[in-house]
């Protein structure tokens, strides 16, 4: 064992790498990526897990807020879930910073990077983030522990983890996969890319996302959830930030009609999505009602994205481990996807070195990534318990409880 694989340059197959890398460096890491391709890249946030990966790679939290965009997360503000006109806050911080100045606005690069023009600011009590911006602080030069958690422009993410990967010894190399070899015993051997060129690997990472190209040459079967969570169409967008009252420090999701709309701070722009059920509105009509949400009026959005609640019957099988969206899927509600990457990630170093004296340390990693999906469905599909009636959506509750 010595070359290890991983094809897809999205955050999974980076954070896969980094997190190998930092746990067996004496292994060589190659990352395949395509620019044909691409990634997702709607803009994300963090969930607890992100600070454990952050610190576990070596990443500090000043350059990543300055080289990605970051805004601090310090939870979610759902908006008419229970019933229209009601909300509820998901904090993701276990104590109140301690407030000075209750009610200025403090540019974050005050606090860090002197910068004038960086209009990122900080507040420390929910109910009024939701409803004035209005702000305090602590010190958090000094101290950063009020919030770990953080919103992404997701391409400048991904540009800042392939600066780790130099540090790191970790090689990255651009080729589009046109084929896979497959030894006697059923495992990839190679992959053969555009240029009939041969890429050897001994352990292959498949992160290419809703395509999954190298589980599906070893016959992963897909297993659909469907009937549990019905949403299954995204269509994204970004809108200007509105600076008079300064960013806020937390998503935002608020029920729509025939699903949810995400409202995500970066420090330059915010990205927006509405997720929804096509059985119940088209895709014209889900835009129009977004615009009317945001009031904009926007022609066409920057991503049209299907997608079904799903995962892989074997997340490893053979000498290939999915990660990511290629592993499986939920939807975003609740930021899970990063996290799941991540917590697939450390569960594979646990069980690889085992896995090198017996294969049958894949099934107990498959049981175990099998049981965190559901228990995240559970979790997510406890969102959609609401009182509302106002439209067939909300009506009819088309899901199975699981």
Same mark, same amino acid.
């Given at each position: 064992?010595?070359?290890?694989?991983?094809?897809?340059?999205?955050?999974?197959?980076?954070?896969?790498?980094?997190?190998?890398?930092?746990?067996?460096?004496?292994?060589?890491?190659?990352?395949?990526?395509?620019?044909?391709?691409?990634?997702?890249?709607?803009?994300?946030?963090?969930?607890?897990?992100?600070?454990?990966?952050?610190?576990?790679?070596?990443?500090?939290?000043?350059?990543?807020?300055?080289?990605?965009?970051?805004?601090?997360?310090y939870g979610?503000?759902?908006?008419?879930?229970k019933e229209?006109?009601?909300?509820?806050?998901?904090?993701?911080?276990?104590?109140?910073?301690? +407030?000075?100045? @209750?009610?200025? !606005?403090? *540019?974050?690069?005050? #606090?860090?990077?002197?910068?004038?023009?960086? /209009? =990122?600011?900080?507040?420390?009590n929910f109910?009024?983030?939701?409803?004035?911006?209005?702000?305090?602080?602590?010190?958090?030069?000094?101290?950063?522990?009020?919030?770990?958690?953080?919103?992404?422009?997701?391409?400048?993410?991904?540009?800042?983890?392939?600066?780790?990967?130099?540090?790191?010894?970790?090689?990255?190399?651009?080729?589009?996969?046109?084929?896979?070899?497959?030894?006697?015993?059923?495992?990839?051997?190679?992959?053969?890319?555009?240029?009939?060129?041969?890429?050897?690997?001994?352990?292959?990472?498949?992160?290419?996302?809703?395509?999954?190209?190298?589980?599906?040459?070893?016959?992963?079967?897909?297993?659909?959830?469907?009937?549990? +969570?019905?949403? @299954?169409?995204? !269509?994204? *967008?970004?809108?200007? #930030?509105?600076?008079?009252?300064?960013?806020? /420090? =937390?998503?935002?999701?608020?029920?729509?009609?025939?699903?949810?709309?995400?409202?995500?701070?970066?420090?330059?722009?915010?990205?927006?999505?509405?997720?929804?059920?096509?059985?119940?509105?088209?895709?014209?009509?889900?835009?129009?009602?977004?615009?009317?949400?945001?009031?904009?009026?926007?022609?066409?959005?920057?991503?049209?994205?299907?997608?079904?609640?799903?995962?892989?019957?074997?997340?490893?099988?053979?000498?290939?481990?999915?990660?990511?969206?290629?592993?499986?899927?939920?939807?975003?509600?609740?930021?899970?996807?990063?996290?799941?990457?991540?917590?697939?990630?450390?569960?594979?170093?646990?069980?690889?070195?085992?896995?090198?004296?017996?294969?049958?340390?894949?099934?107990?990693?498959?049981?175990?990534?099998?049981?965190?999906?559901?228990?995240?469905?559970?979790?997510?599909?406890?969102?959609?318990?609401?009182?509302?009636?106002?439209?067939?959506?909300?009506?009819?509750?088309?899901?199975?409880?699981?």
């Amino acid at each position: 064992m010595k070359d290890i694989i991983v094809v897809g340059g999205g955050t999974a197959g980076l954070i896969a790498s980094l997190v190998f890398k930092s746990n067996f460096p004496c292994y060589n890491i190659k990352v395949i990526k395509s620019s044909d391709i691409g990634i997702v890249g709607v803009g994300e946030g963090s969930t607890e897990h992100w600070d454990f990966f952050q610190g576990k790679v070596g990443i500090d939290h000043v350059n990543l807020i300055k080289e990605t965009d970051a805004t601090v997360k310090y939870g979610i503000l759902f908006k008419d879930w229970k019933e229209k006109n009601t909300s509820y806050a998901h904090s993701l911080i276990l104590e109140e910073p301690k +407030l000075e100045n @209750n009610g200025d !606005i403090i *540019l974050f690069n005050q #606090l860090i990077f002197q910068d004038k023009n960086n /209009p =990122y600011i900080l507040s420390g009590n929910f109910k009024k983030w939701a409803e004035t911006n209005s702000v305090g602080y602590n010190d958090l030069s000094l101290n950063f522990s009020v919030s770990n958690q953080y919103h992404f422009d997701t391409h400048k993410l991904n540009d800042f983890l392939k600066k780790k990967f130099k540090k790191n010894g970790i090689k990255i190399e651009d080729h589009y996969i046109k084929d896979i070899n497959l030894d006697d015993k059923g495992n990839i051997s190679s992959l053969i890319n555009d240029k009939k060129e041969i890429i050897k690997g001994d352990f292959f990472i498949d992160s290419t996302g809703f395509k999954r190209l190298l589980s599906s040459k070893l016959n992963s079967k897909f297993v659909s959830y469907q009937k549990y +969570l019905p949403m @299954n169409q995204a !269509i994204t *967008l970004s809108t200007d #930030l509105n600076l008079d009252k300064g960013i806020e /420090p =937390y998503t935002k999701a608020t029920a729509l009609s025939s699903g949810w709309a995400w409202k995500i701070p970066t420090q330059t722009r915010y990205g927006n999505g509405y997720v929804f059920c096509n059985n119940y509105i088209s895709s014209d009509e889900a835009l129009n009602e977004f615009n009317k949400h945001l009031k904009t009026n926007i022609e066409k959005v920057a991503k049209d994205i299907k997608f079904e609640a799903g995962r892989l019957d074997k997340f490893w099988n053979k000498n290939c481990v999915s990660i990511g969206l290629s592993s499986g899927f939920i939807e975003p509600l609740e930021a899970q996807s990063i996290g799941f990457s991540i917590i697939q990630s450390f569960s594979l170093v646990d069980y690889f070195k085992a896995w090198l004296i017996n294969p049958l340390a894949s099934e107990k990693y498959n049981q175990e990534m099998i049981d965190s999906f559901n228990n995240t469905v559970d979790y997510i599909q406890l969102h959609y318990f609401s009182k509302r009636k106002d439209s067939k959506f909300w009506k009819d509750k088309p899901y199975e409880i699981t």
